[in-house]
């Protein structure tokens, strides 16, 4: 999935949190289930396979755009500093799935690789369009927009 959508559900069920612990690992578990859903995607692997010279560069700052975005999102919007913490660590642990597939192709070690397979067993098969990928993309920060504290 792109990352918008994890990040901002991480950061939405931290905030519902007391505890910084229970923000990460639910956050974590939350890209798993998400990712079961049909969903807009980019793989990492082909984007830099595929692209050469100042296309790379123009897939990173897409990949960028769409990290800080959110983040940007809940800074501006995080009602005190104790709320905003627990949203930044359910977004790490949202995120984290992701970076470790990243790792796993950049450094094939056996724990990351494995992840990496289970990561992919786990993913919707069912891809979305270039229709309904932007929009499933806004109406989840929508979504956020409503739900956040």
Excluded: C
């Excluded at 918008?4 to 612990?21: E, F, R």
């Excluded at 289970?118 to 993309?137: C, E, M, Q, R, T």
Aim: proline letters at 6%; a positive charge; hydrophobic letters at 50%.
């Amino acid at each position: 999935m792109i990352l918008t959508p994890h990040v901002l559900t991480g950061a939405l069920i931290g905030a519902q949190t007391t505890n910084p612990l229970a923000a990460f690992v639910f956050g974590l578990v939350s890209h798993y289930l998400i990712d079961k859903i049909p969903h807009w995607d980019y793989d990492i692997k082909k984007i830099e396979e595929k692209s050469g010279g100042g296309k790379v560069i123009t897939q990173w700052l897409k990949i960028g755009f769409d990290l800080s975005l959110p983040f940007f999102i809940m800074g501006f919007l995080a009602p005190n500093e104790q709320i905003l913490k627990l949203s930044l660590l359910g977004a790490a642990g949202a995120t984290l799935p992701d970076f470790l597939v990243y790792l796993s192709w950049r450094f094939p070690m056996k724990i990351l690789t494995a992840h990496a397979k289970f990561h992919d067993k786990n993913h919707s098969k069912i891809k979305l369009g270039l229709l309904a990928g932007p929009v499933s993309y806004l109406a989840i920060i929508f979504l956020f927009l409503l739900l956040y504290p």
